[in-house]
């Protein structure tokens, strides 16, 4: 099919299926992608706003057994700077959160082998019991699963126990690229792309929001990109109507910096600045039926943050007063809630501050 017949029909909201996706990301103009993308985001977001929030990412725990070959972030059990995160050190990131404006946490693993679903609900329960208004936007599909599989509970069981403790949202974490050729290379011990996905269509049934991820830019191939969001985008067909489902997508680029991808496999990360435009614009395309398209500055920076505005992205994220796992690779931009707002502005936006629902507060 010619690009035009594809950019009329992906303007339709016609799926593209994986082959036309794969044309489109190989062969068209990124700034005919652009052009495109804009017009969804237009089409889903009407308007001139661009999103942001203000959130802290509290990691549990850096102990955990899924070693997977891009993260610095992890320590076996035993590790001199292994820990786990006590609740003093949450009461005073929590104060901090609060006198800087923002009232969610996420909360991230790793996945600690002595951890149980107990642990998660009885921590949840009394930060909750502290903080009536914290928001949690805690754990991800890896963690369900192992918990599943360590207490012989389904998903549904181990996500309604958490959501009874208090979480209020699933994050993405976890999916990198939702390619088992792939995974078994980058996160071997982790949840396969079949159980990814099941712990989503499970939380889409119980209407716990939650939000899409890919990492990529390490090993994987564009047909591989491509096939993932034609996954994510199956998925949230399945959801009712009037459900959260996947509240939004976020891609980012795979950090090399010290990784044993880098060191032992020689696998840099095959980010540049072009590519990321034509991966956001390439996702909105796609993805017709998710409705924010979320850049990530963290790991962009500032300039790719602000073009990616007008190639799709509907939002730039969270100032993340603190982050740990991106940041051991790599990932050093950091801006405050003063900065982000700049950044929208400059770009020719209206920054919008929202929550994790993507609702305007
Ligand atoms: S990315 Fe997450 S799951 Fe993988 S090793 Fe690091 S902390 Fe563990």
Redesign the pocket.
């Given at each position: 099919m010619a690009l035009q017949e594809l950019y009329e029909k992906a303007l339709r909201l016609i799926p593209l299926d994986t082959k036309e996706g794969i044309q489109l990301y190989t062969k068209a103009p990124v700034e005919e992608l652009m052009f495109v993308a804009n017009k969804l985001r237009q089409h889903h977001n009407p308007g001139n706003i661009a999103g942001w929030m203000i959130d802290r990412n509290v990691?549990l725990t850096?102990i955990?057994?899924?070693?997977?070959t891009?993260?610095n972030?992890?320590r076996k059990k035993g590790s001199p700077d292994a820990y786990i995160t006590s609740t003093d050190e949450y009461i005073s990131k929590i104060d901090e959160l609060f006198l800087l404006g923002g009232d969610q946490l996420l909360l991230?693993?790793?996945?600690n082998p002595d951890l149980g679903i107990g642990f998660y609900t009885d921590l949840f329960r009394s930060l909750k019991k502290l903080y009536p208004s914290l928001k949690l936007h805690a754990l991800g599909p890896?963690e369900v699963v192992f918990l599943a599989k360590k207490a012989k509970l389904s998903y549904s069981d181990v996500l309604s126990q958490l959501i009874e403790a208090g979480l209020d949202s699933l994050p993405g974490?976890?999916a990198e690229i939702l390619s088992d050729r792939v995974r078994k290379i980058v996160?071997p011990a982790?949840a396969t792309s079949e159980e990814w996905l099941g712990v989503m269509r499970v939380a889409h049934k119980l209407n716990l929001p939650t939000s899409a991820t890919m990492m990529y830019g390490h090993i994987e191939t564009i047909p591989e990109r491509i096939g993932h969001l034609v996954k994510l985008r199956d998925l949230q067909n399945e959801k009712p109507d009037d459900y959260y489902g996947f509240v939004t997508f976020i891609p980012w680029p795979f950090q090399d910096e010290g990784t044993v991808l880098m060191r032992k496999h020689g696998i840099k990360s095959s980010f540049s600045g072009p590519d990321y435009i034509r991966m956001i614009a390439i996702s909105r395309i796609m993805l017709n039926n998710i409705r924010n398209i979320q850049a990530s500055i963290l790991t962009v920076g500032k300039e790719i943050g602000m073009l990616s505005l007008h190639a799709g992205a509907n939002d730039l994220g969270s100032v993340m007063i603190e982050e740990n796992?991106v940041s051991a690779a790599g990932a050093r931009n950091r801006f405050n809630a003063e900065e982000m707002q700049l950044i929208i502005k400059e770009a020719g936006f209206i920054p919008g501050r929202r929550n994790q629902k993507y609702e305007q507060i």
């Amino acid at each position: 099919m010619a690009l035009q017949e594809l950019y009329e029909k992906a303007l339709r909201l016609i799926p593209l299926d994986t082959k036309e996706g794969i044309q489109l990301y190989t062969k068209a103009p990124v700034e005919e992608l652009m052009f495109v993308a804009n017009k969804l985001r237009q089409h889903h977001n009407p308007g001139n706003i661009a999103g942001w929030m203000i959130d802290r990412n509290v990691n549990l725990t850096n102990i955990c057994f899924s070693q997977c070959t891009f993260c610095n972030f992890c320590r076996k059990k035993g590790s001199p700077d292994a820990y786990i995160t006590s609740t003093d050190e949450y009461i005073s990131k929590i104060d901090e959160l609060f006198l800087l404006g923002g009232d969610q946490l996420l909360l991230q693993g790793g996945m600690n082998p002595d951890l149980g679903i107990g642990f998660y609900t009885d921590l949840f329960r009394s930060l909750k019991k502290l903080y009536p208004s914290l928001k949690l936007h805690a754990l991800g599909p890896p963690e369900v699963v192992f918990l599943a599989k360590k207490a012989k509970l389904s998903y549904s069981d181990v996500l309604s126990q958490l959501i009874e403790a208090g979480l209020d949202s699933l994050p993405g974490a976890g999916a990198e690229i939702l390619s088992d050729r792939v995974r078994k290379i980058v996160s071997p011990a982790k949840a396969t792309s079949e159980e990814w996905l099941g712990v989503m269509r499970v939380a889409h049934k119980l209407n716990l929001p939650t939000s899409a991820t890919m990492m990529y830019g390490h090993i994987e191939t564009i047909p591989e990109r491509i096939g993932h969001l034609v996954k994510l985008r199956d998925l949230q067909n399945e959801k009712p109507d009037d459900y959260y489902g996947f509240v939004t997508f976020i891609p980012w680029p795979f950090q090399d910096e010290g990784t044993v991808l880098m060191r032992k496999h020689g696998i840099k990360s095959s980010f540049s600045g072009p590519d990321y435009i034509r991966m956001i614009a390439i996702s909105r395309i796609m993805l017709n039926n998710i409705r924010n398209i979320q850049a990530s500055i963290l790991t962009v920076g500032k300039e790719i943050g602000m073009l990616s505005l007008h190639a799709g992205a509907n939002d730039l994220g969270s100032v993340m007063i603190e982050e740990n796992v991106v940041s051991a690779a790599g990932a050093r931009n950091r801006f405050n809630a003063e900065e982000m707002q700049l950044i929208i502005k400059e770009a020719g936006f209206i920054p919008g501050r929202r929550n994790q629902k993507y609702e305007q507060i």
